[in-house]
Every structure is written in structure tokens, then in C-alpha cells.
């Protein structure tokens, strides 16, 4: 039987969410978890790869086992709740087909990035804080330049696995909440480091070093040089993974 588990966790203690040897990693802590539970080796693999210090308010993996007898969904989930770390929350688990793919059936994920405007000793680890705001509506001008579907070469790490760069971005912006702003931005796919190098990017326009228009320009180079400093891990969420319609049980 194949499931989907849907997960959120704080990246701050591992080196990522993708196995890595002699690293501590959240697949590596819920494969092990799993493991315990069902006392089978368990494998699993999740919907993206966020990097060392990352969030996930929802990511989902996928895994295939045969619940030992006795167990339920329910007392899966309630048993692996116990056995994760606290920093790795089990949120939902149900059965999907047995071809059912949590990476490659994704039709579209949305990251969000938060800053504060004021230092929060207790968000550190989970936005960045700007001692100077910079001009929100210039990003927010610079930002609509995303919208589409353009080769993301530009924002995207060097050495990448992807065979190709061009991703279908539906919604990219700024949006002001409570002690500071979150940029949202939702896209079919991401290719690696994207979002913190169009976020470090844009933070360089509202600074005033770039123009939306030159920001633009930037994108269409398609040349990884052109891309400002990537922005810092601890502020960024993978905050929700969509898949077809009755994939999902509601």
C-alpha cells in the first residue's frame, strides 16, 4: 500500500530535507521513524528538497508499506508522533494509488518568505529581520516580472541536477503581515536555490541598487552571475504542495 504523509518541520537543525550521509537530515529522521514504527525498512520520498535551514509548513512524502496487524492510519500517525523528534510534525496520513507520486504528481507548490521589520528573539530562526525596510512597492513592481513562464537560470544555484530551467510562475508578490511582510510566490516547479536568489534579488531592488525594469532584465539574461546574493535559509517556508483534484481526500 502506498501513502501520503503530510509533514511540517523546522529546518533549523538539519542539513536539509534529502538524505545525506553524516548529516542530520527530516527524511532521514522520518525514514528512521518510520522504520521503528513498522519495524520494516521504509523508504520515502517527499515532494521537494528544501535546504539546510528551511522550513515546511506542508510538504507531503510518499512511502510504500503494509501496516502490521492491529494498526490503523490513525495509530500509524499517533505512533509516529511520539517517535519524530519535536521538531517534525506528522500532520495527516492517508492511502493514495499505488502509482501515486509525491514529487512528480505535484502540480504546483508555494514558497513563502518572511521579514521582520522589528528584531523577535523568538522568530531568529524562522524569518529575517532588515533593520532598514526596504521599498516594498518597487519589489512589489519588480516581483510582477515573475509571473509566467520564463528559463529561471538566472536564480538558480550552479551544479543543479535540473535538465532544464523553465518554470511556470502563477503568483509572485509582497504582502504586509503582522511585524513585517511575506513574499508568496507559487510556481509549477522550482529548480534549486530559486527562491532565495529572487528574494535576495529583489531585496537589491527595494534597496535601490536595481530597477524593476533592470530586474527584468536580469531574469531574461539567464545567466547565474547576474543574481544578487541569495537571502539567508532561516526565513523561508515551503508552505503548500497542490496536486489533482480527488488526490487529496478532503
Not at 497542490?242 to 481526500?249: D, F, R, W
Request: one cysteine or more.
Amino acid at each position: 500500500m502506498r501513502y501520503f504523509l503530510h509533514l511540517a518541520y523546522d529546518g533549523t537543525a538539519y542539513s536539509g530535507w534529502q538524505v545525506q550521509p553524516n548529516a542530520p537530515t527530516v527524511q532521514a529522521a522520518l525514514n528512521g521513524a518510520l522504520a521503528k514504527v513498522l519495524r520494516q525498512p521504509i523508504t520515502t520520498l517527499g515532494s521537494g528538497r528544501t535546504d539546510a535551514g528551511v522550513h515546511a509548513r506542508h510538504q507531503i512524502a510518499h512511502f510504500d508499506a503494509e501496516l502490521p496487524a492491529g494498526m490503523d492510519e490513525a495509530l500509524l500517525l499517533y505512533r509516529l508522533r511520539r517517535t519524530l523528534p519535536a521538531d517534525v510534525a506528522p500532520l495527516r496520513l492517508h492511502s493514495v494509488p499505488p502509482s501515486a507520486n509525491a514529487r512528480f504528481d505535484a502540480e504546483a507548490r508555494t514558497y513563502e518568505y518572511f521579514l521582520l521589520s522589528a528584531p523577535d528573539p523568538f522568530r531568529r530562526d524562522q524569518a529575517l529581520y532588515l533593520d532598514r525596510v526596504p521599498d516594498v512597492a518597487l519589489m512589489n513592481a519588480a516581483a510582477a516580472h515573475l509571473v509566467g513562464q520564463f528559463d529561471f537560470t538566472t536564480f538558480s544555484k550552479a551544479k543543479g541536477a535540473e535538465t532544464h530551467y523553465v518554470c511556470r510562475c502563477t503568483e509572485a508578490a509582497w504582502h504586509p503581515v503582522p511585524g513585517g511582510w511575506v513574499f508568496r510566490i507559487r510556481a509549477n516547479r522550482f529548480v534549486r536555490g530559486m527562491v532565495r536568489l529572487v528574494v535576495g534579488t529583489l531585496l537589491d531592488v527595494g534597496r535601490g541598487k536595481h530597477s524593476p525594469a533592470q530586474f527584468q532584465q536580469l531574469l531574461w539574461a539567464q545567466q547565474r552571475v547576474a543574481a544578487g546574493t541569495a537571502a539567508p535559509a532561516q526565513g523561508l517556508f515551503l508552505s503548500r504542495v497542490e496536486y489533482e483534484p480527488g488526490l487529496i481526500p478532503e
